[in-house]
T-cell receptor, first 110, second 115 residues
């Protein structure tokens, strides 16, 4: 099956700085790559996604890039704010089946 | 707005008990999924279903079974609960094929503790 690796496992950034989370996947058939944010005690919420026919997508302060050849994708958060503190999960999907990374705990220091 | 609900937020059971976790979605979706979430391991797929009466094993089906008698309801069953099944269980359902996104809509989760 699909194997998704996510790095780093924890990330501490100063407010206003950028945060980058990287993921790799193993199955070249994966065609959909969502990113989820999970705040403490809450369910995962989709924050941005990208399909395999697109290389980059941006939504305000967050962006995702995809390199199909290298089988890796990344989440970029610019101008981080305290409310960005959460656990972030990447995932790769084939036919709605999502394989998740282990998660990155992001802490934004005020 | 899609609503995915789960029968319990917290559940405490004893080793050997049969446990039922219920998930209901109100948008007539065909696909439903059960995941478990553990620290440092992310979310792992247990079982999924593409239609009523249909079920498919995910990555970690051992010790679990499922039931999908009605389209809106997908139940996860722990036949004989064990302590290593203590976890957060999340149900999810994506929109139908051809929807604007393949994203999964998650339920609030059930935190199960097996003593």
């Amino acid at each position: 099956g699909e194997n998704v690796e996510q790095h780093p496992s924890t990330l501490s950034v100063q407010e206003g700085d950028s945060a980058v989370i990287k993921c790799t996947y193993s199955d070249s058939a994966s065609n959909y790559f969502p990113w989820y944010k999970q705040e403490l005690g809450k369910r995962p919420q989709l924050i941005i996604d990208i399909r395999s026919n697109v290389g980059e997508k941006k939504d305000q302060r967050i962006a995702v890039t995809l390199n199909k050849t290298a089988k890796h994708f990344s989440l970029h958060i610019t101008e981080t704010q305290p409310e960005d503190s959460a656990v972030y999960f990447c995932a790769a999907s084939i036919d709605y089946k999502l394989s998740f990374g282990a998660g990155t705990t992001v802490t934004v220091r005020a | 707005d899609v609503k995915v609900t789960q029968s319990s937020r917290y559940l405490v059971k004893r080793t050997g008990e049969k446990v039922f976790l219920e998930c209901v979605q109100d948008m007539d979706h065909e696909n439903m999924f059960w995941y478990r979430q553990d620290p440092g391991l992310g979310l792992r797929l247990i079982y999924f279903s593409y239609d009523v009466k249909m079920k498919e094993k995910g990555d970690i089906p051992e010790g679990y079974s499922v039931s999908r008698e009605k389209k809106e309801r997908f139940s996860l069953i722990l036949e004989s609960a064990s302590t290593n099944q203590t976890s957060m269980y999340l149900c999810a359902s994506p929109p139908p094929a051809g929807g604007y996104t393949d994203t999964q809509y998650f339920g609030p989760g059930t935190r199960l503790t097996v003593l």
